[in-house]
């Protein structure tokens, strides 16, 4: 039984083997089956795996080989980085733009159309390059013939300037032979020169010696001669004037008289005569014959004019026959004058040159020569229009001047403004020069208030205005005299203002003494 018991379970532990053995070998023909299925995937995956590799290493020798092609070496390619700078599509993308801003417009923003682009620009520059090769051949080829030309003129001007050379260097042998005999003739003429200048000053000195003596002497005499002319002129007081005409007619009442001068005798409206005694020393000889004034208002006929009483003496009235003068006009001649200084008709501070133009001028009779109020001498061309500043070498006083008039001379030490003391002086340079043309001529001097009197002038400003002028007025109808055959004498106003006029306003008026002055006495006011 115990075998029995052995064999069974030696059976069942080798049924248990046995199925574990068979278990066993299911689970390894399992196990082997799946690791050859893994196997297999496994060589399939690495397998998909190299065709990956394969085809990730060509894309990244094709993405090598465009960046090379290319010329963009950046690391990405920037297709998730919206164009960062650092990328190949970023750095496209700027050199797109610079292409489009610079040659643009693109007509797409690729790559390929802006390399399209710039080949056509390329294309257009070649053809214009060579448009430009074409002139710049023609031009050479210009130029080459134009070069030709200039060579040949400078040939031509090199075998000038060769002959012009060589006969320079002719001519200055011969010149230098010239030269050399005209420098010895030049000493000569030098050393001659020198001799020459010391006899020239030797005479020089002996001539301004002499001409020193001569003009000094001269200038006695001509000092002699001026003070012998002027005792004569005093001594005999000679006239060698005539009268002008005589006087008709007169009538007091209406202040008229009627001269023996009319149109025959060329006289003109508005001319003036000073009327002369009959028992006169002279027409022309001084003021001291003259007894009245006349202007000349109307012509009535060939010998008769009509002419108005500027003034008279009511002592010594105009009669019939006195003799009239006027120094302005002459019958068939027109009188000329030279005048030198501020003229002042009236004396009254006011000058009246134009007034004297016109007194001049009234009477037919011309001014030759003027200085005027700035030191200017002019000559007249036609008086008293056109003049001309007078200059050295000039046309002087001629023998037809009948006087040399001689107004208010300024004195220049009593200038107070440097440019009115050199107007000053140039009216004195004026007066000298003048005087000794009128001198070498025998034109006579003639003081302003004396040719006034014997042309028959008469102030017409009578209105004292104090301050303007320091002078007398006459006042010689002002005051009544004791007698009909009374001298009248010296009643000339001082010109001054009353002491009432000249106190302060807020002192009282001076009251009347109620006496009467002495220039009253007598008469018919009847004073004390």
């Given at each position: ?90 750095a496209i993308t700027v050199d797109l733009a610079k292409v489009n801003a610079d040659h643009g417009p693109l007509p797409t923003t690729t790559l390929a159309a802006a390399v399209q682009f710039l080949s056509q620009r390329v294309a257009d520059l070649k053809s214009e ?144 005569f000073s009327v002369y005694r009959k028992a006169h020393h002279g027409v022309a000889r001084g003021a001291e014959d003259i007894k009245g004034q006349i202007e000349v208002t109307r012509i009535i006929d060939g010998h008769t004019s009509e002419a108005r009483i500027l ?218």
């Amino acid at each position: 039984m115990a075998a029995s018991n052995k064999s069974v379970g030696l059976q069942i532990t080798l049924a248990i083997f046995a199925m574990m053995a068979i278990i066993g070998w299911v689970a390894f023909y399992m196990q082997f089956r799946e690791l050859a299925d893994n196997k297999a995937r496994f060589d399939k995956a690495g397998a998909d795996k190299q065709v990956a590799e394969n085809g990730a290493r060509k894309s990244l020798d094709d993405i090598e080989a465009f960046k090379a092609a290319a010329g963009y070496n950046q690391p990405d390619v920037g297709a998730d980085q919206q164009g960062a700078a650092n990328t190949i599509l970023g750095a496209i993308t700027v050199d797109l733009a610079k292409v489009n801003a610079d040659h643009g417009p693109l007509p797409t923003t690729t790559l390929a159309a802006a390399v399209q682009f710039l080949s056509q620009r390329v294309a257009d520059l070649k053809s214009e390059r060579d448009q430009f090769q074409t002139q710049v051949n023609s031009r050479n080829t210009d130029l080459a013939g134009l070069r030709g030309q200039y060579q040949t003129q400078v040939n031509q001007h090199q075998q000038a300037r060769q002959s012009a050379e060589r006969d320079l260097a002719q001519l200055r042998d011969t010149t230098k032979e010239q030269l050399d005999a005209r420098q010895k003739q030049i000493e000569d003429l030098r050393r001659n020169l020198t001799d020459l200048q010391v006899e020239f000053d030797e005479a020089t000195a002996t001539w301004t010696s002499e001409r020193k003596k001569y003009v000094a002497d001269l200038s006695q005499l001509e000092v002699q001669v001026d003070d012998l002319r002027d005792k004569l002129k005093n001594a005999t007081r000679q006239s060698f004037e005539r009268p002008d005409g005589l006087v008709r007619w007169i009538d007091n009442t209406a202040g008229l008289v009627w001269i023996n001068l009319g149109s025959q005798d060329r006289l003109r409206l508005r001319t003036t005569f000073s009327v002369y005694r009959k028992a006169h020393h002279g027409v022309a000889r001084g003021a001291e014959d003259i007894k009245g004034q006349i202007e000349v208002t109307r012509i009535i006929d060939g010998h008769t004019s009509e002419a108005r009483i500027l003034d008279d003496d009511i002592y010594d009235p105009i009669s019939k026959g006195d003799p009239v003068y006027t120094p302005l006009w002459s019958p068939g001649r027109t009188e000329m004058f030279a005048v030198i200084g501020q003229v002042d008709l009236d004396q009254d501070g006011v000058l009246d040159r134009d007034q004297f133009h016109d007194l001049i001028a009234d009477a037919g009779a011309k001014l030759n020569h003027e200085v005027l109020d700035d030191g200017t001498r002019i000559r007249y061309e036609h008086f008293p229009d056109t003049w001309l500043d007078w200059n050295e070498g000039d046309p002087e006083l001629d023998s037809d001047t009948k006087y040399l008039i001689l107004a208010d001379i300024p004195d220049p030490a009593l200038a107070i403004r440097e440019e009115d003391k050199i107007i000053r002086q140039a009216i004195s340079a004026h007066l000298l020069a003048m005087r000794n043309e009128a001198r070498r001529l025998g034109i006579e001097e003639i003081r302003l208030s004396d040719f006034l009197a014997h042309v028959g002038y008469k102030p017409q400003r009578r209105l004292y205005v104090p301050g303007l002028v320091d002078r007398p007025f006459n006042l010689k109808a002002g005051a009544a005299s004791v007698g009909t055959n009374e001298v009248v004498g010296d009643r000339t106003a001082a010109g001054a203002v009353s002491g009432i006029y000249g106190r302060s306003k807020k002192l009282k008026p001076q009251s009347s003494a109620g006496t009467t002055s002495d220039l009253f006495r007598g008469g018919s006011l009847g004073g004390n």
